[in-house]
């Protein structure tokens, strides 16, 4: 089996993650850190807020069972796209929502899918009141985190992260 890659950062990794494993079609997912210009960053030197780098998930997924326009509508759907360097409670640099693009086809889907929902003025039940702030970047080193924070939400027994 052939298998393609993607990569988001749409806040706090570990309920990202949780999210994405649930897919039927995706393979594997790994949370780690992307984006910044320091190499091997550790948890803590990402959460200086010094560092660039976005918490992501690298997703695994087979083409022949999910499309990556289906992933993209899941990262649209699970968070704010609209917040500026945070979700939620979580506030900083490392939790800005980004896509990050393997290919030319990617972009052009995250593009798309961007300006599809621009357009529409919806985002979930509501409407838009700020401008999509979602980053849409070609993708560069993943540098994976520490393993207690592979699949947290497994480890801590807990089945959502909601």
């Given at each position: 089996?052939a298998?393609e890659k ?29 984006g ?11 959460c ?7 918490e ?10 999910i ?8 990262f ?10 945070r979700q ?19 972009e ?8 599809e ?10 409407k838009y ?11 560069g ?17 807990r089945?959502?992260?909601r």
């Amino acid at each position: 089996m052939a298998t393609e890659k993607a990569m988001f950062g749409a806040g706090c990794f570990w309920g990202v993650e949780e999210v994405f494993r649930a897919m039927d079609g995706v393979v594997d997912t790994a949370v780690g850190y992307s984006g910044g210009m320091m190499e091997y960053p550790s948890y803590e030197d990402v959460c200086t807020g010094q560092t660039g780098h976005a918490e992501v998930v690298l997703v695994d997924y087979d083409p022949e069972k999910i499309c990556y326009e289906a992933l993209l509508g899941k990262f649209w759907e699970i968070h704010d796209p609209t917040t500026l360097n945070r979700q939620g409670r979580d506030i900083g640099t490392q939790y800005r929502s980004v896509i990050f693009f393997f290919t030319p086809e990617q972009e052009q889907a995250a593009l798309k899918s961007m300006a599809e929902l621009e357009k529409s003025g919806e985002y979930r039940q509501g409407k838009y009141l700020r401008p999509i702030t979602t980053e849409i970047l070609a993708a560069g080193p993943f540098y994976r985190a520490e393993e207690y924070h592979q699949r947290y939400f497994e480890k801590q027994g807990r089945l959502s992260w909601r």
